[in-house]
């Protein structure tokens, strides 16, 4: 479902601006043999990285696993009757999990790149290859791991009637529509 919200974005974002790249095109008039003598790989190359820019700044919010319970639960700390210490060992949790993210994105980033640098290689090596996916894949895990721990701690933090308000909180922010990943009230996204 996000992979056909972000299309559609992008869909979105190539009508609104290309009517103004067409006219700066219309002014330059480039020859049909430039237009072409720039390699398929390169653009292609080209449109994975804008599309990766798009996704960081655009993905939309779905799913009940792409939100935030440990935001949720400190934006409605008097909701939830929250204690002071409470709200300490949330944020504790929240903010721990937060660096543990900004880590594993760096290393994600880090990987992705030399998975591309592996695959522009004349003749692939298979055996590099393999391990850099399951390197990748295995610094997905890790996080998305650390992600539900860090959240069943926060659970565990709450009294029964607290959890049962949270559920019902939970219902609420699902029917409340989407919202662009980076908006400010999320701004630990990953950080559950």
Do not use: C
């Not at 993210?101 to 640098?117: G, T």
């Amino acid at each position: 479902m996000k992979k056909y919200l972000t299309f559609g974005l992008l869909l979105t974002i190539i009508s609104i601006v290309a009517p103004h790249k067409l006219s700066a095109a219309d002014e330059a008039k480039p020859s049909l043999q430039e237009d072409w003598s720039v390699p398929r790989e390169s653009i292609g190359r080209r449109l994975r990285e804008l599309m990766d820019r798009l996704k960081e700044s655009f993905t939309f919010e779905i799913s009940g696993e792409d939100r935030a319970p440990i935001s949720l639960m400190l934006r409605n700390r008097e909701r939830l009757g929250l204690t002071v210490d409470q709200v300490k060992q949330l944020e504790q949790l929240r903010n721990d999990f937060a660096k543990e993210s900004i880590r594993s994105d760096a290393n994600l980033r880090i990987a992705e790149m030399d998975l591309a640098s592996l695959l522009e290689a004349q003749a692939v090596d298979m055996a590099q290859v393999e391990a850099k996916i399951r390197d990748i894949d295995r610094i997905r895990g890790d996080l998305r791991i650390a992600r539900v721990r860090s959240i069943e701690k926060g659970k565990a933090q709450l009294s029964a009637e607290q959890r049962r308000k949270l559920q019902e909180l939970q219902r609420d922010e699902n029917f409340a529509g989407l919202r662009f990943k980076n908006e400010p009230s999320t701004l630990f996204n990953q950080s559950r």
